[in-house]
Every structure is written in C-alpha cells, then in structure tokens.
C-alpha cells in the first residue's frame, strides 16, 4: 500500500509566532514538506517591526501525520508555538445544521398570524382536507434522515449518537444540493420492528424518508417494509444511490473503451446492501455477465451459506476474487482496502475499468494501476472519478417530491443514472473525466427532471 495523500478531513490549524527577518517562513514551510504536509492558505494575524504571528492551514493523511507535521514545527528554533486545532472537529463544533424561520415575527400581527389564534384555522383546514399539509406546512420539502447506527461509514455498528454527525452531513448536502429540508433521526434500536413502527409514527411530517447507515440484510427488510406501509418515498441511499452513481460512472467509461454494457463481464466485491444494489441496477441496465464475489471468493450456486439476496445473483462459477478478475472488464469494488493487486489487475481483459470504491482507503491504489487500466475511479475526493453518491439523492428526493411520488423506482434510478451520465459531454469525457463534479449546479436539477418524468410515466405522481 502507497501512503495516502494528505487531504481536508485531516486538516490542522497551526499558529505560530516567529521573528520578523527573511527566510523565516521559509524554514517552516521547508519543516512542514519535510514531513509531507500539504500547506494550505496562510493568514498572517500580526506583525510587529520584531515579530510576527501567522496561523496556517495544513493537510495530513492521517491523525498521526497531523501529529508529526505539528511536532516538526514545534522542533524549529527561534519558532513559538501558539496553538494547532483539528479543522474537522472544530467544524462540527455545535452541530452543522440548524432550524431557521423562513418568515420574521416583527409584530402581533406576525404572531398572530404564524402561531395562535390564526393557526388554528391552518389545522382545521388541514384536518378537513389532510392533502393540504402538503402546500401549508414543510412537508413537501423535507427528508427524515434515518439511522440505527449499525453501519456507519467504513466505521461499523458504531450506535445512534455516534452515527449522528454523519446525518448532519447528510442533512447538509439535501440542503445545499436539493434546496430540501432534512433532519437527523437517529434511533435508539436495532430492531426491524421498532425501527419501522418508529418511522411510520414520524412520517406525518415528512415527504420522504432517507434510510442510512443500517447494516446488511435487515436495511433490505426495513427498506420494504416501509414502502409497502408508507405512502411517501423510501430511498436506502447507501444501496440505491451508490448504484446510480456506478451506473452513470460506468456508462461513460464504457464509451472510452467502446464496450456496450451488454457484452461485458461484469466482477462486484463486496456482497453488501451496496454491492447487491449495484448488481440489480446493471442488470436492468443490460448487463448479463456479472460476477459477485464476497469474503468467501466467488458468490457462487455451489455455495450452502448464501442468503436469500446473495442467491439471486449466485453465478455457475467458483473460486477467489483473484480468479473471478481474470478476463473480467470490470471490477466494481464496495469492499475493503487493498483487496486487490496490480497483478489481478493485469489478468482483466484489454482496457479494464476499475472502480475501486472502498472509504478512506479503497481496493487498489491508483497509482498503482495507471498504467494497467483505461479508467480508474475512486470514492475519494483527491483522485479524478469521485463515486459521491451526492450526486444522487438530492436530485432523486428533489423529483419525487416535486411531483408527489408515491414511491422512488428502478425506473427512477436507470433515469437518474442516465441524466448524470448525460451532463459529461463527448467534448469532455476522458479518462479522468467520466462523471461530473459534484458541485456542478446543473446535476441535481437534471436527476430531478428525469425522475419526475419516470414517476409520470409510470403513473405513481400526484401532481
């Protein structure tokens, strides 16, 4: 394994105090390279004709780099120490997420109005017609995003607090992506029962419900469960959206290598929600040669200790993931890191694509494979081909709550998967290019789009 670049989520905050004469700043910055820092921006907070006092931003890849980096500049002569700080907790400081008023109360009119006694004509007309909750309060707008805490990131059964950073975020990206309402529920049980009762108690207030983090197999019973009980959208984002996500990714990296997905072997790693999610949207996308593989090698029919979902997708071959990758022109992995290696890599068939997808660290460096691959794409936001299923749910949930959809499809997720796909003209597509960023403003009003138009077409909109 390669050393990890440094990057933001390891991000310290260092100030400093140093004389003010040249070259100084040299030798903290020669300090912080030696160490295999990334500098980042550089403030200075005060200069005196004899000192100066500079704070400055500094990537690590990992927290004990972030530790070697400060112990580097606290080594240096003539330099005072003043204070570092880890960027990343103190951005969570408080919470990220907050409710605000969308209308100011400046008077007893406004009161009057927004709260009691003018309120109480909004319930009753609610109460008589229960459709208009719809137009006269927040649900239409706003996603319960639901946890147990049981899988949280590559971190594991980690519980609901611990799990809640995470929902903020989540809340965040619906926020700033789909201009949506989100709130963190994160539950105090791992029960499929009482996960189910807890959200159907809660879903009066929402339009739609984003399951996270809930470990393999129960997301797969809570997640129907909910859709056969409920009557607003239920999307489990670590399944469905990784798929879109994979499936726009990999429609574009099939055009570089002019391969139609239908002809194609297809090789997944990781036989989780994820895993299994992917290998269901390819199939109703064309592909019909995809291999599963898991802890134990190969998913194969042969095999006594497969669940229900891992049978469906069972293939005639046996065997280790390595023999599985032989002549294989794709290699999806949603596993652990470094699973793979370059010379597993080297027994795939001409122009390989590899989407090695494991967090922080996933299957096989890139660097290790450049030469080896026509495309490589990563979860990761420092390698080009970021799989960031950002680019999914805000447009998907945006949709469905536009047009008041009952439920979010396949249908819905080939669209979505084309419509990203669309947004990476033949202008642009290249190796390093296949999906678009997720910052472009265009991506989660074209998922939208197509998945309002799925919903019309399949006759499950209210509007």
């Known amino acids: 394994m390669v050393n990890l670049t440094p990057n933001p989520s390891f991000s310290v905050s260092i100030r400093i105090k140093l004389p003010n004469r040249a070259g100084m700043l040299a030798t903290v910055f020669q300090a912080i390279g030696d160490a295999g820092g990334s500098l980042g921006h550089i403030e200075l907070l005060d200069r005196t004709h004899t000192t100066q006092i500079r704070e ?4 690590a890849s990992s927290t004990e780099h972030a530790e070697k980096i400060v112990c580097a500049v606290k080594a240096l002569e003539d330099v005072q120490f003043l204070e570092v700080s880890d960027r990343t907790f103190d951005l969570h400081r408080g919470g990220k997420i907050e409710i605000a008023s969308k209308q100011p109360l400046h008077s007893q009119d406004d009161l009057a109005m927004a709260y009691t006694p003018g309120v109480g004509r909004v319930c009753m007309a609610i109460a008589e017609d229960p ?6 309060t927040i649900k239409s707008k706003t996603v319960a995003v639901v946890t147990d805490g049981s899988a949280v990131l590559g971190l594991g059964n980690i519980g609901p607090e611990a799990a809640l950073p995470v929902m903020e975020g989540k809340a965040m990206l619906f926020q700033e992506f789909g201009q949506l309402n989100a709130f963190p529920v994160c539950l105090a049980t791992q029960d499929v029962d009482e996960i189910v009762a807890a959200v159907k108690q809660i879903a009066p207030v929402f339009g739609g419900v984003n399951l996270e983090d809930i ?6 019973e809570v997640e129907e469960r909910l859709r056969r009980e409920l009557t607003i959208p239920v999307f489990h984002d670590d399944q469905h959206g990784t798929a879109i996500v994979v499936l726009a990714a990999l429609i574009n990296a099939l055009k570089l290598v002019h391969k139609p997905i239908t002809q194609v072997k297809v090789v997944i ?10 290998a269901q949207l390819l ?21 006594t200790d497969l669940n229900s979902r891992k049978q469906t997708l069972a293939c005639e071959a046996s065997g280790t993931l390595a023999d599985a990758m032989q002549d294989a022109d794709i290699f999806l992995g949603v596993s652990a890191p470094g699973v793979v290696t370059p010379e597993m890599v080297q027994t795939m068939a001409k122009d390989p694509i590899v989407f090695a997808m494991a967090n922080p660290i996933p299957e096989i460096q890139p660097e290790l494979i450049q030469g080896d691959v026509a495309v490589v794409a990563t979860g990761r936001s420092d390698y080009p081909n970021q799989i ?5 749910f805000p447009g998907v949930f945006r949709g469905a709550l536009n047009c008041r959809a009952e439920a979010i499809t396949t249908t819905m997720h080939l669209q979505a998967a084309f419509a990203i796909a669309t947004l990476v003209g033949s202008d642009q597509l290249c190796r390093e290019h296949i999906i ?7 991506v989660a009003t074209a998922v939208a789009s197509a998945v309002e138009q799925a919903a019309r077409q399949e006759g499950i909109s209210h509007c």
């Open 56 to 59: 400055l931003m500094v990537d």
């Open 131 to 136: 459709d208009q909750v719809y137009g006269l």
């Open 388 to 392: 960031n299923n950002v680019l999914a």
């Open 283 to 303: 199939q109703k996308a064309g592909a019909s040669n995809i291999c599963l593989c898991d802890r134990k090698g190969i998913v194969s029919r042969d095999r």
């Open 436 to 442: 678009p960023s997720v910052f472009d403003p265009r």
């Open 215 to 220: 470990s393999a197999p129960r997301c797969f």
């Open 269 to 278: 790693n990781g036989a989780g929600a994820a895993g299994i999610a992917i």
